[in-house]
């Protein structure tokens, strides 16, 4: 079973629009971390927030935690036609040492 | 700073053949990941590796499934006899330290016919 679940499964927006991707998991974590894929190729990692953090930044991504909610978020802004891709959050269920991945939102961002 | 690597890129196979795929993880990365991924998922771990022990392969299919990294650095997925279902991207990936963010390959695209 996946311990993260993508919402929503599929996103199409304009380019120069906020592409905004929600993740909720259930057991607890020490980590959170968002990946990318695009079409046929393996994961770039993106991101990583731990458990002790709400947000964090890196360029155009943010990315919110909110582990009473065991949910997290990822926003892009300002999005380009390039940023079409598969968004993966995954975890660390329970502390574990396996990399646990959600079903993924398909980004499309039209030019 | 050199990628994973990972061989074949793709292959074709007939269903009860035998298949093998090689990982060459980022140097003095000691741990090791394989994953599968069918088309529209997300990936599904299937064993990791901590050098050269295995860590976890509760989600290995073991009466078809095997892996071994031998000396603690490259790594090879075996699939004997194939099935149908057995279609997916095989991914590996490593990281310096677990858990924490992994680099990955490009994955070997594997379609059983």
């Known amino acids: 079973s996946q311990q993260g679940e993508e919402d929503p499964q599929a996103l199409s927006i304009q380019e120069g629009e906020n592409a905004t991707m929600n993740c909720s998991y259930k057991t607890s974590i020490n980590n959170l971390q968002w990946y990318r894929q695009n079409s046929g190729r393996g994961l770039v990692h993106l991101i990583l927030i731990r458990s002790n953090e709400r947000e964090k930044h890196s360029g155009r991504l943010r990315v919110t935690l909110d582990t009473s909610k065991k949910s997290s978020s990822l926003l892009i802004t300002a999005s380009r036609a390039a940023d079409t891709a598969s968004y993966f959050c995954?975890?660390?269920?329970?502390?574990?040492?396996?990399?646990?991945f959600g079903g993924g939102t398909r980004l499309m961002v039209k030019p | 700073e050199a990628g994973v690597a990972q061989s074949p890129r793709y292959k074709i196979i007939e269903k009860r053949q035998s298949v093998a795929f090689w990982c060459n993880p980022i140097s003095g990365h000691a741990t090791l990941y394989w994953y599968q991924q069918i088309l529209g998922q997300g990936p599904k771990l299937l064993i990791q590796?901590?050098?050269?022990?295995?860590?976890?392969d509760s989600q290995l299919p073991k009466d078809r499934f095997s892996a071994e990294r031998l000396k603690g650095v490259d790594s090879t997925l075996k699939i004997q006899p194939a099935k149908l279902e057995d279609s997916a991207v095989y991914l590996c990936?490593?990281?310096?330290?677990?858990?924490?963010?992994?680099?990955f390959g490009q994955g070997t695209r594997l379609t059983v016919v």
């Open positions: 590796f901590q050098n050269n022990g295995v860590v976890d």
């Open positions: 990936a490593s990281s310096s330290t677990s858990p924490g963010s992994s680099i």
């Open positions: 995954a975890t660390h269920p329970g502390g574990s040492n396996m990399l646990t």
